[in-house]
């Protein structure tokens, strides 16, 4: 497979998923109910939206998250202005469909300076593109794969960053496709195959 250089893979981000400068505006653009994806709480459903949440701002409008995949009984208070910018609509199949595809031909982002891999893995967590994580979550794979070959444990770090990245990727497909979480490598690994 030939890879194209990173200035020429096209990524097909869904218009409604790019970061778009947004005025923040303290009117809601999500309803209670709706289910959102907070970044770094994962998949959440909206409560309630609710005033004097918080006592230092009796007058500033609240979402009020509940996670819906988390071990915890957390619940989340993000005031309506910064939810805005913040939370996001979940993918359709047909874009997680899309993005697994578009992660086939994108190149490797491994760096082997272990520092600037780490800065740069977590700058890729912070930027949520689903095609540049998958490509991450399988760059680090194929690295502990030869690592493990040559007698060498994996990295601690790149473990962390990829149990992360694969808990945000996998809790928003497996909720959207409807599957459980454990299926969703086969699912990405059956996409992939499918184009190969």
């Avoid at 097909?12 to 109910?33: H, N």
């Avoid at 709480?41 to 819906?68: F, H, Q, S, W």
């Avoid at 071990?71 to 939810?83: A, D, F, H, I, W």
């Avoid at 595809?101 to 977590?122: A, G, H, Q, T």
């Amino acid at each position: 497979m030939v890879f194209q250089s990173r200035m020429d893979v096209k990524l097909s981000i869904p218009d409604r998923l790019k970061k778009k400068p947004q005025e923040k505006t303290a009117e809601p653009v999500y309803a209670a109910g709706d289910t959102v994806i907070h970044p770094s709480e994962g998949i959440c459903v909206i409560d309630k939206i609710d005033l004097n949440v918080v006592a230092a701002n009796p007058r500033m409008l609240y979402y009020i998250l509940k996670p819906t995949m988390s071990k915890s009984e957390s619940t989340v208070y993000l005031p309506v202005n910064r939810g805005n910018t913040l939370l996001r609509a979940l993918l359709t199949k047909e874009e997680i469909d899309q993005i697994i595809l578009d992660s086939v031909s994108f190149p490797s982002v491994w760096i082997d300076d272990n520092k600037l891999r780490k800065e740069s893995f977590n700058a890729l967590l912070s930027e949520g593109n689903h095609v540049k994580l998958i490509r991450m979550i399988r760059d680090i794979h194929d690295h502990n794969e030869m690592r493990l070959a040559e007698g060498k444990k994996p990295c601690a770090a790149d473990e962390a960053i990829l149990a992360e990245a694969e808990r945000l990727l996998h809790q928003e497909f497996a909720f959207v496709l409807d599957i459980p979480i454990s299926d969703i490598p086969d699912y990405i690994i059956s996409r992939v195959k499918s184009v190969a």
